[in-house]
T-cell receptor, first 113, second 111 residues
């Protein structure tokens, strides 16, 4: 069974901490994505990557950075966590071909206090 | 700005009825269309995809696509309480692997 694995299901961090959210996929997918999802705002794209060491900003990149050193791993970094970054974070991956859609990870519920 | 529009609902149907979920999109170049189901507190899971005009059936689910009207829909026959969830419509963005998502429609199936 193909999988996208996010390292933590629930995470509580303090304001100002540096936070790492990890995502690993075992499907040899070229594309990987980070979204956040908040009630009433839907899925919002933070960053995405089409290949190793490549990254592109999504719709809301401010306050975030990413790293993709290996094809299977895509990390989201909150440089200095703030309370407005409390959210559900979803990682997804897909083939380079557009036709197959995304496979999502199970999500990380991050609370910044 | 490429957009995907869905009625947020909630859409309430009785058990056993047909639920009809609708989605419109703005990019005429879109070629791949997806429906995801998301239970509360869970991540989205892909339930249907469609590329060609017309209908595509999979069990109780039917996806319908009309590219001329830029409209895609999902029909759920014999709705069950377990179908109660938020349904997200997604459309490919250009020649990339990126999808544009609608805000989702919440479906409530009442026993």
């Amino acid at each position: 069974d193909v999988k996208v694995t996010q390292s933590s299901r629930y995470l509580v961090k303090r304001t100002g901490e540096k936070v790492f959210l990890e995502c690993v996929q075992d499907m040899d997918h070229e594309n990987m994505f980070w979204y956040r999802q908040d009630p009433g705002l839907g899925l919002r794209l933070i960053y995405f990557s089409y290949d190793v060491k490549m990254k592109e900003k999504g719709d809301i990149p401010e306050g975030y950075s990413v790293s993709r050193e290996k094809k299977e791993r895509f990390s989201l970094i909150l440089e200095s966590a703030s309370t407005n970054q409390t959210s559900m974070y979803l990682c997804a991956s897909s083939h380079g071909d557009r036709v197959f859609g995304y496979t999502f990870g199970s999500g990380t519920r991050l609370t910044v206090v | 700005q490429k957009e995907v529009e869905q009625n947020s609902g909630p859409l309430s149907v009785p058990e056993g009825a047909i639920a009809s979920l609708n989605c419109t999109y703005s990019d005429r170049g879109s070629q791949s269309f997806f429906w995801y189901r998301q239970y509360s507190g869970k991540s989205p899971e892909l339930i249907m995809f469609i590329y060609s005009n017309g209908d595509k059936e999979d069990g109780r689910f039917t996806a319908q696509l009309n590219k001329a009207s830029q409209y895609v829909s999902l029909l759920i026959r014999d709705s069950q309480p377990s179908d109660s969830a938020t349904y997200l419509c997604a459309v490919n963005s250009g020649n990339t692997g990126k999808l544009i998502f609608g805000q989702g429609t919440t479906l409530q199936v009442k026993p």
